[in-house]
């Protein structure tokens, strides 16, 4: 039996209909790996032949998710720290793997610009496995190797306010959204 695409993103939208909190994220998460288990589905939208940068796969217009095509060719590429503001984000390994750091803020938020945040979590997202990051969750990618992955969000992060953090500098950036 395949789980396809399609079948993918009406579960999806019904999930986020029944209950559009933690219940129906966390029932999207089971269902991306349900989904990254039909070699298909990884062959047709993220396979070695496919283009590695971000590609739109599906967009619900009634309950806001996006699903996206995600890969990197290069290998020792290491994401900063960041948060999807007031987004969630399902990420599922497809191909390769994905090295995740959870972070946790340590300050008050009291002071614009100023965050102190310290590793609070480390994972290895395996091909076939996904991790939810909800609203709010600091968190880094590195991909030792190439790699392919899908992510589902609850809306458009290139059109709200999220954080670029630097635990270094102690400093947060808004990333601008998409006018």
């Known amino acids: 039996m395949t789980y396809s695409l399609e079948e993918?993103?009406?579960?999806?939208?019904?999930?986020?209909?029944?209950?559009?909190?933690?219940?129906?994220?966390?029932?999207?998460?089971?269902?991306?790996?349900?989904?990254?288990?039909?070699?298909?589905?990884?062959?047709?939208?993220?396979?070695?032949?496919?283009?590695?940068?971000?590609?739109?796969?599906?967009?619900?217009?009634?309950?806001?998710?996006?699903?996206?095509?995600?890969?990197?060719?290069?290998?020792?590429?290491?994401?900063?720290?960041?948060?999807?503001?007031?987004?969630?984000?399902?990420?599922?390994?497809?191909?390769?793997?994905?090295?995740?750091?959870?972070?946790?803020?340590?300050?008050?938020?009291?002071?614009?610009g100023h965050a102190e945040i310290e590793p609070e979590r480390r994972f290895r997202l395996d091909p076939g496995k996904a991790a939810l990051f909800d609203t709010g969750t600091i968190h880094s990618t590195a991909h030792p190797l190439p790699a392919r992955w899908i992510r589902v969000t609850g809306t458009d992060l290139d059109r709200i306010e999220r954080y670029r953090y630097d635990p270094e500098k102690r400093t947060m950036q808004v990333m601008t959204p998409v006018a």
């Open 8 to 112: 993918f993103c009406r579960d999806c939208h019904q999930a986020l209909s029944a209950d559009p909190g933690a219940g129906g994220r966390e029932a999207i998460r089971r269902r991306v790996e349900k989904l990254l288990a039909e070699g298909d589905f990884v062959a047709a939208h993220l396979g070695p032949e496919v283009d590695a940068e971000k590609r739109l796969l599906h967009h619900d217009p009634d309950t806001g998710f996006y699903v996206f095509a995600h890969g990197t060719d290069k290998g020792d590429r290491v994401g900063k720290p960041h948060d999807h503001g007031a987004s969630w984000a399902v990420y599922g390994q497809a191909i390769g793997v994905t090295e995740m750091t959870q972070w946790l803020r340590m300050d008050d938020g009291g002071r614009d």
